[in-house]
């Protein structure tokens, strides 16, 4: 995470996904990829994104609004890369679009 | 994830982490306790969490309903763990409560 100033999150994105045994270099490089389009999307607000060592994973995306999460969902290079994830990367995976109701932070040093 | 009958969920609790360098111990036992009273209470659906190697973490917790998320908030050795937290075992966190507009599942094998 970075700090520069950002529109607030009003949804988030739950991509929790298995990954398959295969493609390991190809499927980073996809999804380094697919994190700098994202950035590059009207709307976007932030991404974490956390895999464990049993290949588990889940990618949280923040968006300003459902428009600007359906023209991430329909862009091209994103498309051919869910393709592929069904075909190759993906054991299964599971997406929830969500709205955001209450937050709260804790940072010590804040 | 297992695959006996649940309520479907309605919300989403997002709790993303930075875990300070001490106490691996003590915090995974103290993980382990909180799933296991998180899914004696009313109106739980599922967990999934990760952590990766940098300490990173994001856990979701779905529910049926917002009473049931303040009930958890509330569970007295949850509070405890809240505060130890606090105090010792994340360097911040981020938690945010979402509602689940809409969602898709693959799964290739089903």
């Known amino acids: 995470m970075n700090h520069e100033i950002r ?27 697919m994190e700098h389009l994202a950035r590059l999307m009207p709307g ?6 956390v895999r464990g060592n049993d ?9 300003t609004d459902l428009a600007a999460i ?5 862009e091209a290079e994103h498309r051919e ?5 069904r075909s190759e990367w993906y054991r299964w995976y599971h997406l929830r679009i969500c709205e955001i ?3 709260v932070k804790f940072s010590p040093e804040s």
């Open 55 to 63: 290949g588990l994973g889940i990618t949280i995306s923040y968006w």
């Open 70 to 74: 359906k023209a991430w969902r329909d």
């Open 44 to 49: 976007f607000v932030d991404v974490e994104s």
């Open 101 to 103: 109701a209450s937050e």
């Open 7 to 33: 529109p607030p999150a009003r949804y988030a994105v739950i991509f929790t996904s298995q990954r398959t045994a295969t493609g390991h270099a190809e499927y980073a490089a996809m999804a380094e990829r």
């Open 81 to 85: 890369a869910q393709m592929r994830g």
